[in-house]
């Protein structure tokens, strides 16, 4: 029984009254006094070393964040070798936000308080970017973004209140409202190959997917001739994707561009594949950007195509990218998957290197006392990266902070590569198939179209 | 008792024969309302409160985080322990009530005015995880056995699809991120965390020793005594229903403002409810003080030592959490901190 607690004898009731009560009141004097001292928590270690800290946040227990934490220490060591930044050594600590907003936070608040890191690059999920931005604007904490594309991130904050939020960067991919025209430009280069008209769009119920529920359907069908017959949601936690394949198939699509991030993509991709829908299987998939995802399918994937930043490591997008992938490969081929650093991989490295240079024109990373010239420097760069040129539109634009797109003579957006899947005498190779400027082969339709 | 134990409390023994003067005065002052105490378990009460009290003083940056999400946590175990743990009517769903609450106060925000001030949001929401309480427990209460379990496990499922069906309102999966955190200033806001737990924490420990409480362990007894004593078993189940909830709004209220916004999945999803009834279990059931122990136990595991001292992946920290609680149930049945009280009880010989 719970009261038995109570159930102390009630013994020396009497005497010793004044030493008792002196005694607690001594002990409770002791406590107000304690609490009311201000003072530092004991364990924060001093930041004015003569160390840079580089705090990365990813998902490192999937392949995407592992990827991109491999990758921004091959920028570290890089700039090791090359005497550091502005002469200081540089140091990686890499976290794991788990993909989710708490634990995000508190990663983020360790890096920040307890280890002083004076950069952060990462955050792959939107959320977390989300759960987090406040905190990190609060501490001025120069942050680069290099796998969430939500655009909301900036027009949402900077947009509004922009002194608050002017440490916050995105260096890569592009945001997905810029994803979305790119889609589009891909879907006329689809309909100039093989007349495709018909499209259909199938889209995870999350934040990352909402510029493509949103924008898209409007881009495609301004250009002539084509139009959006069919338009769905996938719960995140849909397995049986039958029902919304009939559906396109009913609507008569010619292409499905689908958006999706979870696990069920594997099962997407098989039930397009054994069932060999009449339509070709596009968009955005990011599980089929992971370099083992032929093995995971068994190949169901062939002839599918993800758009990715860095093209799947396979295609020149500028001087810097083999020469980052072939480093990539010899320093972690042997450790397991990724076998390439993924997307979000190109984007870390590049953050990190493009930082380095920024902080080399500004002439200082103390971002407490000297945060506006960082920020100078940053927007004045103009910077080639692995996975393209990075520069950053500026605080009136549209989208503040955020890594602009580049576009073709035609205004076509050019940093917005695909790759397929394609085949390889029994087993699959990714081959970068647009913008036709970096393919590295032709696009190819499902043999049963 | 073993010789061993014998030598052992010689010493002990003495140790609180010593002590015992300081356990008087506060047994003199407040004995009547929260129990009387032994020498060796007035230091443990107060080295604790003392030791809590001066965190931000010798803790690392890590470990005061840890404890203050421990202190929300505290608040939930001890709220979800004046219930569950006192009336033996187990709830597997009070993490709607501290998710009501907060999702009151980010839908204020998101749907009302940004501009509203706290000491609006955070009356009306521990008044909504109040009434969302009475309406649990007003249907489901007048049952008995399992059904009352399976009501409260259903409502979360419940809430946590209702959540995404509302996405204009509520934000969907991603929740609504534009709620203000109290303070960033991390002992600051430790403070603000602790100072409503020890108020929570005297509260409750009143009520549950006082007759009330002993009406409700009456309950989980023997209902039909309760009844046959002429008290009416149900009344006295739903109030404690909704003394429950009070806490659970201001816990939640707490969260909130602490990562500065809402989503389904840290503020509702079923796992938050059998987190809550593990750190009371792993710390004592039926006796407040023991769930609060067991959240600053279970919490400052997880998110210190297993992480930021032992480095441990998250499903490594997750089934090590799960591991030690199923440990418990097995072998310490009653609950860590309530075997250290008896312990303590027994090596003080404090009364004889």
């Known amino acids: ?449 | 008792m073993s010789s061993a134990t014998d030598r052992l409390s010689t010493v002990t023994g003495r140790l609180d024969q010593s002590l015992q003067p300081l356990a008087d005065g506060f047994n003199r002052l407040f004995g009547d309302y929260v129990g009387e105490l032994n020498g060796l378990q007035f230091v443990l009460v107060f080295g604790s409160l003392a030791a809590v009290l001066t965190a931000p003083f010798w803790g690392t940056f890590g470990l005061v985080r840890a404890m203050t999400v421990a202190a929300i946590w505290a608040i939930f175990a001890m709220s979800w322990d004046i219930q569950s743990g006192y009336t033996g009517y187990i709830s597997f769903g009070h993490s709607v009530l501290s998710g009501a609450a907060a999702y009151t106060t980010a839908m204020l925000i998101h749907n009302v005015d940004p501009g509203l001030s706290m000491a609006v949001t955070i009356p009306v929401s521990i008044l909504a995880a109040l009434v969302v309480g009475l309406l649990i427990a007003l249907p489901s209460l007048r049952l008995s056995g399992p059904y009352f379990s399976l009501i409260t496990f259903v409502a979360v499922l419940i809430f946590y699809r209702l959540i995404p069906s509302f996405s204009a309102y509520t934000g969907g999966e991603t929740g609504i991120q534009s709620v203000e955190v109290f303070t960033y200033d991390p002992i600051a806001r430790y403070y603000y965390m602790i100072v409503p737990m020890l108020v929570v924490a005297v509260a409750l420990t009143f009520i549950a020793r006082s007759n009330i409480g002993l009406i409700l362990v009456s309950i989980r007894e023997n209902e039909a005594a309760v009844n046959a004593a002429g008290i009416d078993a149900t009344k006295f189940k739903i109030f404690s229903f909704a003394l429950s909830s009070i806490p659970m709004g201001i816990g939640g209220v707490l969260l909130v403002h602490f990562t500065g916004g809402v989503d389904p999945t840290t503020f509702i999803a079923v796992d938050r409810s059998i987190e809550m009834i593990a750190m009371a279990v792993l710390g004592g059931m039926s006796s407040i003080l023991g769930p609060l122990g067991g959240a600053f136990f279970l919490i400052v595991l997880r998110d210190y030592i297993l992480t930021d001292l032992a480095n441990l992946s998250s499903p490594a920290r997750w089934t090590i959490f799960w591991a030690l609680v199923l440990a418990v149930l097995v072998f310490v049945r009653d609950g860590l901190f309530r075997k250290l009280w008896h312990g303590l009880e027994r090596y003080g010989r404090g009364r004889t």
């Not at chain 1, 989710?100 to 955050?123: A, F, H, K, W």
């Not at chain 1, 909402?210 to 397995?239: K, N, W």
């Open chain 1, 1 to 449: 029984m719970t009261n038995e607690d109570n159930n102390t004898a009630g013994s020396n009731r009497t005497g010793k009254e004044i030493v008792g009560r002196r005694t607690f009141l001594g002990a409770t004097g002791a406590a107000a006094v304690t609490t009311s001292l201000a003072g530092c928590l004991g364990g924060i270690s001093g930041g004015d070393d003569d160390v840079f800290r580089i705090g990365h946040l990813g998902p490192t227990e999937l392949e995407m964040g592992l990827g991109a934490e491999r990758s921004a220490q091959l920028a570290v060591d890089e700039l090791n070798e090359n005497g550091g930044v502005l002469g200081r050594d540089v140091e990686l600590l890499s976290e794991d936000t788990g993909g989710s907003p708490t634990e995000g936070e508190r990663v983020t608040e360790n890096l920040i308080q307890q280890d002083n890191v004076d950069l952060l690059v990462g955050t792959f999920v939107s959320e977390v970017t989300q759960g987090i931005i406040d905190f990190v604007a609060e501490m001025d904490v120069p942050f680069l973004i290099t796998g969430s594309a939500d655009p909301d991130t900036v027009t949402e904050n900077h947009g509004k209140e922009y002194d608050h939020y002017k440490n916050v960067f995105r260096t890569g991919p592009i945001n997905s409202d810029l994803q979305a025209e790119g889609m589009a430009g891909y879907a006329a280069y689809l309909n100039e190959e093989y007349g495709w008209e018909n499209f259909s769009i199938l889209a995870d119920d999350a934040a990352w997917t909402t510029s493509f529920r949103d924008i898209l359907p409007t881009q495609i069908e301004a250009t002539d001739g084509l139009s959006v017959v069919h338009e769905d949601r996938m719960s995140v936690e849909t397995d049986n994707f039958t029902p919304f394949l009939d559906d396109a198939d009913d609507a008569d699509a010619d292409v499905v561009f689908r958006f999706i991030a979870h696990g069920g993509a594997a099962a997407f991709t098989s039930t397009w594949a054994q069932n060999e829908y009449p339509f070709a299987l596009e968009g955005v998939s990011v599980p089929g950007m992971s370099p083992e995802f032929w093995d995971a399918t068994e190949g169901a994937c062939l002839y599918e195509t993800t758009s990715q930043s860095g093209a799947g490591g396979v295609a020149p997008l500028t001087d810097r990218s083999m020469d980052f992938v072939d480093a990539y490969e010899a320093e972690y081929g042997d450790e397991g998957p990724p076998s390439k650093p993924m997307y979000m991989g190109f984007n870390s490295y590049d953050a990190v290197l493009f930082y380095a240079e920024a902080a080399a024109t500004a002439d200082t990373v103390d971002y407490e006392s000297n945060l506006d010239a960082i920020v100078d420097a940053i927007l004045d760069l103009e910077f080639t990266g692995a996975a393209g040129e990075v520069s950053l539109y500026g605080p009136d634009s549209d989208y503040p902070h955020d890594v602009m797109e580049t576009r073709t003579e035609d205004g076509i957006i050019s940093n917005f590569p695909i790759t397929q899947w394609q085949p390889d005498g029994d087993d699959g190779v990714v081959e970068c198939v647009y913008p036709q400027a970096d393919a590295t082969a032709d696009h190819v339709e499902p043999e049963w179209l």
